[in-house]
């Protein structure tokens, strides 16, 4: 029962790692510029589709390094760092060895995975208020970001009580 507990789990880690990086090269934001109904008269600009990778790329050209690492360090870093953590726990577990000190580290830290979606949706209140009829619109993306996030979630739920 416990080891096919594990294989779920297992399959619920590589579900997330998919979907997480999916979720950081597939477009999460497009912005349509708007010029108060102009630009369906005038070049005002063209759609404009972002990734995560894409924004943090942006910003480290555009000499926004702090962003960008904050942004690196928390969307694509840290959950990288975390499923493998969660791997970890779940292959010393199958073989009989205790979790490590990293997995309560992660599982504790686990919780600021959904601050990346809520920053995504602030953007989108953000820009929504933009004077001229600029529009965004969310992408496939950000919905398999959310999806891998709440993926690792649920696998980090379900590692806990085997480790004690």
Same mark, same amino acid.
């Given at each position: 029962?416990?080891? $096919?507990?594990? /294989?779920?789990?297992?399959? %619920?880690?590589?579900?997330?790692?998919? &979907?997480?990086? @999916?979720?950081?090269?597939?477009?999460?934001?497009?912005?349509?510029?708007?010029?108060? *109904?102009?630009?369906? #008269?005038?070049?005002?600009?063209?759609?404009?589709?972002?990734?995560?990778?894409?924004?943090?790329?942006?910003?480290?050209?555009?000499?926004? @390094?702090?962003? /960008?690492?904050?942004? @690196?360090?928390?969307?694509?870093?840290?959950?990288?760092?975390? @499923?493998?953590?969660? #791997?970890? /726990?779940? #292959? $010393?577990?199958?073989?009989?060895?205790?979790? &490590?000190?990293? %997995?309560?580290?992660?599982?504790?830290?686990?919780?600021?995975?959904?601050?990346?979606?809520?920053?995504? *949706?602030?953007?989108?209140? /953000?820009? +929504?208020?933009?004077? *001229?009829?600029?529009?965004?619109?969310?992408?496939?993306?950000?919905?398999?970001?959310?999806?891998?996030?709440?993926?690792?979630?649920?696998?980090?739920? +379900?590692?806990?009580?085997? &480790?004690?």
């Amino acid at each position: 029962m416990r080891r $096919r507990k594990l /294989a779920g789990i297992r399959r %619920l880690l590589l579900l997330s790692a998919v &979907t997480l990086g @999916l979720g950081l090269v597939l477009p999460c934001l497009r912005m349509k510029p708007g010029f108060w *109904g102009v630009e369906n #008269y005038l070049p005002v600009g063209e759609p404009e589709s972002k990734s995560i990778l894409s924004g943090i790329c942006h910003l480290a050209l555009s000499g926004d @390094l702090f962003l /960008a690492s904050l942004l @690196l360090g928390f969307s694509v870093l840290f959950p990288v760092w975390k @499923l493998c953590v969660f #791997y970890s /726990a779940v #292959y $010393r577990l199958e073989h009989g060895l205790p979790a &490590t000190q990293s %997995l309560k580290f992660a599982g504790t830290l686990g919780k600021f995975s959904m601050l990346d979606v809520i920053v995504m *949706g602030m953007l989108v209140l /953000a820009f +929504q208020s933009f004077p *001229g009829g600029t529009r965004i619109h969310i992408e496939w993306g950000i919905g398999f970001f959310l999806l891998s996030v709440i993926l690792s979630i649920v696998a980090s739920i +379900q590692i806990k009580p085997l &480790t004690h």
